[in-house]
């Protein structure tokens, strides 16, 4: 009796301390993940999938987001998208919240390792299989990234152990069959390159698998599969043939291989000897056929992936990610050859240590970045999601940020949005418009760039880092002071420096004043002051019109009224006339009697001479002549 009780607790004290190693690998997983949600403003890539989402004119059904992925990028599937839509509308839009989504699953992908490596080697192999996979410099870059590929891992593996446990005679219930064949279809949904581990499953099922009903079960689950992706398949087929040769500078299939080990081992080319001796080793004492499995179907994955790679030159430096989608099992067989040979505690915690600081020296150098996108790239932008933190609650809509950067490309319409990373950070989680300067911009273009700016934005708030003065702020702020005034102080941290500058007419404390005119021309804001020194009154009036014909078609007024509503001044422009986007009108006071009078703005048909009845909002009044300032003459 005493034996078995403690062959029992021997059990249970190894559940629990395998529990606890799992728990603290999901927690490493999730500690990596979370390190990077706001580390850096999101990348060319990543701006694409907020602006499949929706993040410019939300909220987005999923019509419209399947729409935005065949207008912007129609080889992509669509079913990320659409989730990170509807996550959205729950957390928000801030790079924190949508990549988020993405740690999720990567945290899932974790486990599932662990669940899979755990059902063929057992519970060591497990542990390491999920450790590997949580320390791997390359895949730890994704688990904030705003892309689909942690959950294309996630599924993949999620369907690969599925797979395995129909395929090799488990109990098959009716959920798992469910799971399979819905696994099947989120894969063919979720990215191109799941058709990579169809591939290898399916060169493995068919060659190796002895036939049976339930063989032929799983082939009709992946059609199955495949039908419910079918609807779709046209738009990505297109989509490939249309973005077919257009990739620039594809390596070679020499090359691809040895980037690919090279990621795999956290940059420490040496791993590999130990790797191999250990897993041959490993093979040769335990010579497990499940081994020999895993091998074959990595092999065909990798082997088609090279194999796509010479016939289309699909692979760049910067599109190793592709082969994410057969890192798992490559992680799984390490873990094998570590937990299987004799005395196999001291080499594996050996090597997790070595492979572990490698992987933190390979991302904290951040040679790795180089191998993923053109993220190295837009870590040149300034830290636009500390602009947002700071300012958020302190602007007002029609408020248009300047600020500097190393990398101009931050206010530039990406090649795969119709939008910038500016946009993203300014528009949709600010409400305001902006644009990034160079720091190093040369004088003429600066200047034009600057005076282009106050042409069309009447409110500015300079932005720049006091720590690292821009070559180009002292010229852009003197450029500005010329025609406006300081206004606020909006941030005064140690990095970050913001300062609202404004028109004189609209002073500082000005809220906005929009008028809507019933033939669609809209007063975007208004405001008027009168000088008694100067003896001038002044309207800055802001308009925005439909389309260009209407430009031609109308004229506004800007007139003195008195006290006994007599016109006494009058100033008439076609609406074209330097009016749009915003100008000041001047009028004279100098020989007007001492009394009260008022300001009025008039819309007119040019030819009628018909007035546009227009709303103003902020007193509910509706009319065709309407009030812009009050005003008395002194003696």
């Not at 046209?234 to 989509?239: E, S």
């Amino acid at each position: 009796m005493k034996p078995a009780d403690t062959s029992e607790a021997t059990i249970q004290r190894n559940r629990l301390v395998a529990i606890a190693a799992m728990t603290i690998i999901l927690l490493l997983a999730f500690a990596q993940g979370a390190h990077g949600l706001n580390l850096d403003p999101i990348w060319a890539d990543e701006l694409a999938s907020v602006t499949f989402m929706g993040a410019f004119d939300p909220p987005y059904s999923p019509t419209q987001v399947i729409e935005s992925v065949q207008e912007y990028s129609p080889d992509q599937a669509p079913l990320y998208f659409v989730l990170g839509a509807y996550w959205a509308q729950v957390a928000g839009w801030s790079q924190f919240a949508l990549r988020s989504l993405s740690l999720l699953w990567a945290v899932v992908f974790v486990a599932g390792l662990y669940r899979f490596a755990h059902d063929i080697f057992g519970k060591r192999a497990a542990l390491f299989a999920a450790l590997l996979g949580t320390t791997n410099s390359f895949v730890v870059l994704y688990f904030h990234d705003i892309r689909m590929y942690t959950m294309l891992m996630a599924v993949g593996i999620l369907h690969t152990w599925l797979y395995w446990r129909l395929a090799h005679n488990h109990h098959a219930t009716r959920s798992a069959w469910c799971l399979f064949v819905v696994s099947s279809a989120l894969l063919f949904y979720t990215h191109n390159f799941s058709t990579i581990l169809f591939a290898g499953l399916g060169s493995y099922h068919v060659l190796l698998v002895g036939k049976s009903s339930r063989w032929l079960q799983i082939v009709l689950g992946w059609c199955l599969g495949a039908v419910i992706f079918a609807p779709y398949a046209p738009y990505v087929i297109a989509g490939l043939q249309f973005n077919q040769g257009v990739t620039v500078n594809p390596l070679g299939t020499a090359d691809v291989l040895k980037l690919f080990v090279y990621l795999l081992v956290n940059g420490a080319s040496f791993l590999w000897l130990p790797i191999l001796a250990i897993c041959a080793v490993a093979l040769w004492q335990k010579r497990d056929p499940s081994v020999l499995r895993l091998v074959f179907i990595a092999l065909v994955m990798v082997g088609l992936i090279l194999a796509l790679n010479w016939r289309y030159g699909i692979i760049t430096l910067t599109r190793l990610r592709y082969f994410l989608v057969v890192w798992f099992l490559i992680a799984i067989l390490i873990a094998f050859g570590l937990t299987s040979i004799r005395h196999w505690k001291p080499v594996a915690v050996l090597f997790t240590i070595l492979w572990t600081v490698a992987g933190y020296q390979f991302l904290q150098s951040g040679e790795v970045i180089n191998y993923a996108g053109l993220m190295a790239r837009d870590r040149q932008y300034p830290p636009l999601h500390d602009y947002v933190y700071a300012l958020r609650g302190k602007t007002q809509v029609l408020d248009y940020l300047v600020g500097f950067s190393e990398n101009d490309r931050v206010s530039r319409v990406s090649y795969n949005s119709s939008n910038s990373t500016s946009d993203y950070y300014l528009g949709t989680q600010l409400g305001i418009d902006g644009k990034f300067l160079h720091a190093s911009l040369k004088r003429y273009r600066l200047e034009g760039d600057v005076r282009d700016i106050l042409e069309a934005h009447p409110h500015i708030l300079l932005a720049h880092d006091p720590s690292g003065v821009p070559l180009n702020y002292a010229r852009t702020l003197a450029i500005i002071e010329e025609a406006y005034i300081p206004c606020t102080s909006l941030v005064e941290e140690p990095a970050l420096r913001i300062r609202k500058y404004t028109h004189p007419v609209m002073r500082c404390d000005h809220q906005p004043a929009p008028i809507a005119y019933d033939n669609g021309i809209r007063l975007i804001d208004r405001a008027a002051r009168y000088d008694a020194d100067a003896e001038i009154v002044q309207a800055l009036t802001w308009w925005d019109v439909p389309d260009a014909e209407t430009l031609d078609e109308y004229n506004i007024s800007v007139q003195i009224i008195s006290s006994e509503w007599n016109n006494v001044r009058q100033v008439d422009r076609h609406l074209y006339d330097k009016l749009v986007p915003w100008s000041v009108i001047e009028l004279p006071t100098d020989e007007l009697a001492p009394r009260e009078y008022r300001l009025m703005l008039v819309l007119y048909d040019r030819k009628t001479g018909k007035r546009v009845n227009g709303s103003d909002p902020s007193s509910d009044e509706s009319a065709e002549i309407l009030p812009l300032l009050a005003f008395s003459v002194p003696a």
